[in-house]
């Protein structure tokens, strides 16, 4: 079955420790990204990897790191998150940068920072 | 942004089609017009998209305005579990979503 697996679902954690939020798709897209939901902003675009080794900033990418060592892995990194990083997040993936083709999401990672 | 407008909610009965409007007056000769819903605690889920001709797929029908400033939605029998969050999105570069419109599927 085609997915994008996100991990973990649900983490509440302390400001200033760093976590990992992994993205993992089964179906060898080149094209991933990372957004936040916010209420009343909708999605916003965080990170964007055209392929391995080749990421960029989206709209909202302050205090977000990324890589993609790995074509099939797009984990995103808060090195110091802080309360405002406090979010529902949602990894995707497609065949190609989006224009054309169907992309795919995650389940969603709800981070809570306290 | 590649900026869209939708009405922030509807309502439609089961079992009868929904339309759901969207506005995109600043769209480029290249822009494809996506469409994806997000049911709740879920992620977006594709639904449709298209560039000019009118589209059609098992979820739904996608009517393109002829100067493409404008799409619709189309649902054909509305079910319970058509309820969700329904974005319209330009893509440019990347998805743009904006709020959406929240359906609500009244049995």
């Known amino acids: 079955e085609a997915q994008v697996t996100q991990n973990p679902r649900y983490l509440i954690t302390v400001t200033g420790k760093k976590l990992t939020v992994t993205c993992s798709q089964n179906m060898n897209h080149e094209y991933m990204s990372w957004y936040r939901q916010d209420p009343g902003l909708g999605l916003r675009q965080i990170y964007y990897?055209?392929?391995?080794?080749?990421?960029d900033k989206g709209d909202v990418p302050e205090g977000y790191k990324v890589s993609r060592k790995e074509k099939r892995n797009f984990p995103l990194i808060l090195e110091s998150p802080s309360p405002n990083q406090t979010s529902l997040y949602f990894c995707?993936?497609?065949?190609?940068?989006?224009?054309?083709?169907?992309?795919?999401f995650g389940q969603g990672t709800r981070l809570t920072v306290v | 942004d590649a900026k869209t407008t939708q009405p922030n909610s509807m309502e439609s009965n089961e079992e009868e089609p929904v339309h759901l409007p969207c506005n995109h007056s600043?769209?480029?000769?290249?822009?494809?017009i996506h469409w994806y819903r997000q049911l709740p605690s879920q992620g977006p889920e594709y639904v449709i998209h298209?560039?000019?001709s009118n589209v059609n797929n098992r979820m739904a029908s996608l009517a393109i305005a002829e100067d493409r400033k404008s799409s619709t939605l189309i649902l054909h029998r509305a079910t319970l579990r058509d309820a969700a969050v329904y974005y319209c999105?330009?893509?440019?570069?990347?998805?743009?979503f904006g709020t959406g419109t929240s359906l609500t599927v009244i049995p």
């Open positions: 999105i330009l893509y440019r570069n990347q998805f743009y």
């Open positions: 600043t769209i480029s000769g290249t822009d494809y």
């Open positions: 298209g560039l000019t």
């Open positions: 990897s055209m392929n391995v080794e080749v990421t």
């Open positions: 995707a993936s497609s065949s190609s940068p989006g224009r054309n083709t169907e992309a795919f």
